[in-house]
């Protein structure tokens, strides 16, 4: 599996901004996708995950309420959709894929074993 991020940019606080993750390759029914993210000087730190097949979601705290995530398996993408935006989102956003994920490890980037390239995101105050 080959995954493509796009959709980053410059915006400002409160605005909002789509990012997509097309997958390639063959994925099994549980294939799981998320997003992380990392910042300047920052480790990397989980976003969202969806799994494929049940559309169950997960959040990291800081992003509950503002940003969604979601999937088209017709179109093997999976999308975040990130509004009221704050300085502090700023950081180059990944998306990766997993199969054999078991919940309790589906925030963790160890656990996922494809990774696209980064999309930088930049929201300004």
């Known amino acids: 599996v080959q995954l493509q991020a796009s959709g980053g940019g410059l915006v400002q606080t409160g605005d909002s901004l789509r990012l997509s993750c097309a997958a390639s390759g063959r994925m099994s029914s549980n294939y799981v996708m998320g997003w992380f993210r990392q910042a300047p000087g920052k480790e990397r730190e989980s976003v969202a995950a969806v799994r494929r097949s049940a559309g169950y979601t997960y959040y990291a705290d800081s992003v509950k309420g503002r940003f969604t995530i979601s999937r088209d398996n017709a179109k093997n993408t999976v999308f975040l959709q990130m509004n009221s935006l704050k300085p502090e989102d700023t950081a180059v956003y990944y998306c990766?894929?997993?199969?054999?994920?078991?919940?309790?490890?589906?925030?963790?980037?160890?656990?996922?074993?494809?990774w696209g390239q980064g999309t930088q995101v930049t929201v300004s105050s």
């Open positions: 990766a894929g997993g199969s054999t994920i078991i919940v309790t490890s589906i925030m963790s980037a160890n656990a996922y074993q494809t």
